[in-house]
């Protein structure tokens, strides 16, 4: 055997025999270690001079690596020195470089905490992807209506047919606050839901004390969370303690306690009690919706196959109950395209950005504001890689000779690449860790405006860590990667010369593209908040058909029982008050749905009307103008029984044109088929609902003790403070000292909108911050553009041009109007969700395009006077 038929060693062994040798070259050290292995093989054979080479090399390998780490760890000590030199000799480039990127990160990292909160709604129950609620999809009049709300038997009822459904449970949420008492300490609650024993069976709470399989077992039990456990009875077990819910006076028993439910559920409660034993837990009627139903599948069911048997489940339970009520066959009814009625299935994890199906229990996302904020968050992400690409390629011609001096000393362009992608890694880690202090800062205030428990504790849980992790390498090495392979791309006897290799037409045009991203971003965002602002002020500007300025709106008025008429008696013996009513809604409240058809007319010609109950001074403390006929009166005692008052909407639903005098079937509470109600009066339009539905049609009843929820007080603009505490005093003398619960008509209503007007602040907010990160980057492009032009704008100044026609000639930059059309689409498709909106007018793209402009002037405007302005002495020297 030859040296030559000796095996060589590998290339990154002979980096490491020239590195441990420091001797000769690798080539040399190779062919000794080749004479070696030969001479053993002679002597003892090739196998043995194998077996010497494995081992040597197995030998080698700690010393290489450990001579390997202290290379690398040489080389990256350098490369910071280096980086540390950099961002020390132009520290107010890197201040504006790593606060973009920091601006741009935690502006993002805070939406991405709020959007993962959103859409991680009740995903904490261990069984959530075999949960879900059972909805009523319908159609009346070609109109499609979904709702939550399902009849009594329907739980039950899905146990007994499908043997896939493992457990059903039903919830009903008390619907307003009620005075709790226990160990003589007493106060309003909210958050009370009733629900049957096998809702722990299918929900996952933690119990600190008591049983899950027998807390809900009995009538009079009570399950509360650990605030309210300790707000009444410390921190004991109070377990078998009793709690007086006196709005129902009714006494509990408390059998459990669990951990406060996290706060992005649906289900939000405080206590929890017995549905069983109630009035209507045992109710048979199939054409009444009262409760929300939950289903647990068993473990390989799923959502769809069950979904597919509801429709014959509909028919068989459902119909001969329609049938009873109506004397319709359900297939008949709703055979037609014009009505539908059936059961679907929603999965719990969808429930809070669902939409489409309505319910009461919680305050519902919008997944079209979410899609918008995670876009915002990425394009502010996007932004802020821009103008580091852009800040870091204006400052190129400072570095242009160290490149061409490191590539003449032998340095390679890999060597290049590493060195600038390791600076631009140490930009991102320091905007990063700059970005986490300004969460910090910032999120307590986020949260306030979100309306959501943002806490900065959470991004260290879920996707978080890895998330953050994957944006600091995506920023570093993106944003970093085009001025790396750009810097280290220059020709030596070029930047040795103070001039660059490199300056095609493309980078230009990639640079101004990207800046016109960011501008076309903040000419949208600009223009959208414009829009917000526009129709959320128009929303409370519309005449509503009502009068609902100050209206104070008394909760919880069926506690003053008897006191009822003396209280507000002495009300009225103020000036200050002017009208006082009784009633169960108000508009924007919740009111019921019944359906009606006039005398005569065939059973397919039912209507859905909104319907509430009132008293006779109702019209008038709201302001509802007559058109026809008269409204109730106690002077008239068929008006509680048979009298009933509809709007304009309603007449022309029903076909009346001279509506007054008509009856038209009951169609509410117990009716039985042949009783009617008489129209006595026709209201002008009003709404009772958001205007993102048109007018609904709305019938009034006479109200009876059991249907009274609401006093409203209409009062004087003057003195509202002491008018208020007037109202208190009574209230409280009335009532034995029960606490004063009240709130304003107008922001009642005005509470309809809080989702948009939430989606507008947030988008207000971080659109602001889009524009300022924008202008860093057209900070960046000027500074480009300055230092590639500074000895032509030398030679211009020689010639005689002046300041002002250079400044101009750096601003041309500066384009905005080409993000109209997008924005156009965008804010068009956002107000389709309002039946009454405000046009887009041309003055609003003006205004945009105005504001944007002005900013990137003003950004712009001192690096592009101080460029214009140099002496050309200094610009032409080297020429």
Known sequence: MTPNDAPRPPRLFERFLEVMANRGDASAIAGDVAEEFHHRAEERGPARARLWYRLFVLRSVPSFVRHSLRWSLTMFKNYLTIALRVMNRHRAFSFINIAGLAAGMACSLMIGLFVVHESGYDRFHERADRIFRVYADLRQDGEDL?????????AKALVEDFPEVEAAARLSPWPRELLVTARDRSFLEGGLLYADASFFEIFTYTFIFGDPRTALANPGTVVLSRSIAEKYFGHGDPVGEIMTFRDRNQDFKVTGVIEDPPANSHLRFDMMAALVGTASSAGTRWTQHTYFTYVLLREGATGAALEAKLPDFTRRRYGPQFFADTGRRY????????????YRLEPLTAIHLDSRVTDTLSLKGNPAHLKVLSAVALFILLIAGINFMNLATARFAHRSREVGIRKVLGSQKRQLVVQFLGESLLLSSTAFILALGLIALALPAFARLAQRPLVFGDMARGPFPALMG???????????????????????QATLKGRLAVRGRGHVRLRRGLVLVQFAVGFAVIFGTAVISRQMDFLGRRDLGFDRDHVVVIHRADALGAAAEGFER?????????????????????????????????A?????????????????????ELVAGRFF???VPTDATSAVVINERAARELGLSDPVGKRFHKGFGDAKEGEFVTIIGVLKDFHIASLHQDVLPVLLRPLSPADWRLTSVKVRGERLPQTLAFIERAWKESTGGQPFQYSFLDEDFAALYESERRAGRIFSAFSALAVLVSCLGLYGLVSFTAEQRMREIGIRKTFGASTASLAGLLSREVVVIVAAPPAFWLARAWLRDFAYRVPIRPLMFVAAAGTVLAVAVLSVGLRTVRAAAANPVETLRCE
Request: charged share 20%; glycine share 10%; aromatic share 10%.
């Open 633 to 635: 009166s106690p002077e």
């Open 146 to 154: 979904s709702g939550a709300w399902t009849p009594p038997p329907q």
């Open 331 to 342: 297939e008949d009814y709703f055979g037609s395209g014009e009505h539908h009625y059936g």
């Open 470 to 492: 994957i944006v600091v390498l995506v920023v570093g090495l993106v944003s970093g990667g085009y001025p790396a392979f750009f810097l280290s791309s220059f020709e030596p």
């Open 570 to 602: 002495e009300l009225l013996t103020r000036p200050e008050i002017l009208q006082v009513s009784r009633s169960e809604s108000l508009p924007g409240r919740h009111f019921d749905t019944t359906g009606h058809r006039p005398e005569g007319a065939p």
């Open 604 to 624: 397919e010609d039912e209507i859905t009307l909104m319907t509430t109950y009132v008293d006779a001074r109702f019209a008038d403390l709201l302001g509802l």
